[in-house]
T-cell receptor
Framework: DVKVTQSSRYLVKRTGEKVFLECVQD?????MFWYRQDPGLGLRLIYF???????EKGDIPEGYSVSREKKERFSLILESASTNQTSMYLC???????????FGAGTRLSVL | GNSVTQMEGPVTLSEEAFLTINCTYT??????LFWYVQYPGEGLQLLLK?????DKGSNKGFEATYRKETTSFHLEKGSVQVSDSAVYFC????????????FGTGTRLQVTL
């Protein structure tokens, strides 16, 4: 089975802190994604990557950056956390042939 | 642009009732369509998919048919169980977009005894 592992289930950070959310997949997938999930808004794409060191902005990239130094790892970075970034963050991966995404369990981030 | 519209929830049903969750889409090309399910405290799991018009996706008793003429992909199940209680997301992706999905807002299903 494909496994997508997010390093933390819950995080509490203070406004202005730099926050790293880590995601690792074990199926050699080319494509990786970061979404945030908010009530009433569904899932919104922040960034995605279709290869090592490649990244593309999604629908809501403001306030975020990403890093993909190795194929299996995709990191989401909040340069200076703000309270409106309190959310559930979901990482996903997929093979280049498509067919759907494989999701991690999510990281619930609270910014105080 | 591309978008997915789902019926508002929550949907509350008794066990063994028939389920329909409506989903319609707007897309500039020919999308693939998906239903994902999210159980409490977990990430999303792919439930079923359809890649072209008139395809029927099915899994675990759930079904959805890709209707191009009505741009719809409604989720149905003949007899729901308490264990089906979850949030259901409809989504689309366009060919050549590296599996980038556009999601609906989700519909919460609560099944009671």
């Amino acid at each position: 089975d494909v496994k997508v592992t997010q390093s933390s289930r819950y995080l509490v950070k203070r406004t202005g802190e730099k926050v790293f959310l880590e995601c690792v997949q074990d199926m050699d997938h080319e494509n990786m994604f970061w979404y945030r999930q908010d009530p009433g808004l569904g899932l919104r794409l922040i960034y995605f990557s279709y290869d090592v060191k490649m990244k593309e902005k999604g629908d809501i990239p403001e306030g975020y950056s990403v890093s993909r130094e190795k194929k299996e790892r995709f990191s989401l970075i909040l340069e200076s956390a703000s309270t409106n970034q309190t959310s559930m963050y979901l990482c996903a991966s997929s093979p280049p042939s498509g067919g759907g995404l494989y999701f991690g369990a999510g990281t619930r981030l609270s910014v105080l | 642009g591309n978008s997915v519209t789902q019926m508002e929830g929550p949907v509350t049903l008794s066990e063994e009732a028939f389920l329909t969750i409506n989903c319609t889409y707007t897309a500039t090309g020919y999308p693939s369509l998906f239903w994902y399910v999210q159980y409490p405290g977990e990430g999303l799991q792919l439930l079923l998919k359809a890649t072209k018009a008139d395809d029927k996706g099915s899994n675990k008793g759930f079904e959805a048919t890709y209707r191009k003429e009505t741009t719809s992909f409604h989720l149905e199940k003949g007899s729901v169980q308490v264990s089906d209680s979850a949030v259901y997301f409809c989504a689309l992706s366009l060919t050549g977009t590296a599996s980038k999905l556009t999601f609906g807002t989700g519909t919460r299903l609560q099944v009671t005894l």
